[in-house]
C-alpha cells in the first residue's frame, strides 16, 4: 500500500515547470514534505529563481494537487529561497532528461 507522503510525491511529480521539460520533485524544487497525525501537510519549496514567471501560480497548483489526495486535512506551503535552488538539486533522471 502506498503511504500518504508517496502519494504526496506521485501528485509533485505531475507538475512541471512551464520552462523546464522535468517535473518539479525531479527538479529539486521540494526541499521539505512533512505530514503531521491529523493529515495537515507542510511543504517547502523553491523557484528556479525568485524572478520565475509562475511565482504565483506554481505553488497553488502545488498545494491544489496534495488537497486532492484522500485523507488530506490541510497544505501549508512555504516558498524559500535559502538555500538557492542550483541544478545540483536536480535528481540524476532530471539531469539525464536535459542532457547536463
Known amino acids: 500500500m502506498i503511504n500518504i507522503k508517496e502519494k504526496i510525491i506521485n501528485e509533485i511529480k505531475k507538475i512541471y515547470d512551464p520552462e523546464i521539460p522535468v517535473n518539479i520533485y525531479e527538479l529539486g524544487l521540494i526541499y521539505k514534505i ?20 509562475v511565482a504565483e501560480s506554481l505553488p497553488n497548483s502545488v498545494k491544489d494537487n496534495i488537497l486532492k489526495i484522500d485523507g488530506i486535512k490541510d497544505v501549508d506551503l512555504k516558498l524559500v529561497w535559502d538555500p538557492p535552488w542550483t541544478k545540483d538539486k536536480m535528481s540524476e533522471a532530471a539531469k539525464l532528461e536535459l542532457n547536463l
Open 34 to 53: 512533512e505530514v503531521d497525525d491529523n493529515n495537515k501537510v507542510l511543504i517547502e519549496m523553491t523557484l528556479t529563481s525568485p524572478n520565475c514567471p
